[in-house]
């Protein structure tokens, strides 16, 4: 069992920043992926951004490329996503999740086995 609380979420205007953060508990060792997902109203899943905990590989959305970046710190069972220059379209509930392996972001929702209560990011004027 895997244990993920999320924070960091809020309201920013477009260009804004935030950055997310995931704290794992519990059996994380088997856990070889980790990731954000969101969802929109109205809207399925969408996979963000993942990280391998082992290697430290990363994958992103193409929507997201350059933009946002996930980090990882494993002394604190921690992972984060910073989320720069957001855009009205990144609004949506954010889902950190932890999974068995990383196909790719947009594979994550599908894979993932955890995931946490969400965090809800609005980016409006």
């Known amino acids: 069992q895997v244990d993920l609380v999320e924070s960091g979420g809020g309201s920013v205007q477009p260009g804004g920043s935030l950055r997310l953060s995931c704290a794992a508990s519990?059996?994380?060792?088997?856990?070889?992926?980790m990731g954000w997902f969101r969802q929109a109203p109205g809207k399925g899943p969408e996979g963000v951004a993942v990280?391998?905990?082992?290697?430290?590989?990363?994958s992103y959305a193409d929507s997201v490329k350059g933009r946002f970046t996930i980090s990882q710190d494993n002394a604190q069972n921690t992972m984060y996503l910073q989320m720069n220059n957001l855009k009205p379209e990144d609004t949506a509930m954010y889902y950190c999740a932890a999974g068995p392996r990383c196909n790719s972001a947009a594979a994550l929702p599908a894979v993932a086995n955890y995931w946490g209560q969400g965090t809800q990011v609005t980016v409006s004027s």
């Open positions: 990280i391998a905990t082992g290697s430290g590989s990363t």
């Open positions: 519990g059996d994380t060792y088997s856990s070889a992926c």
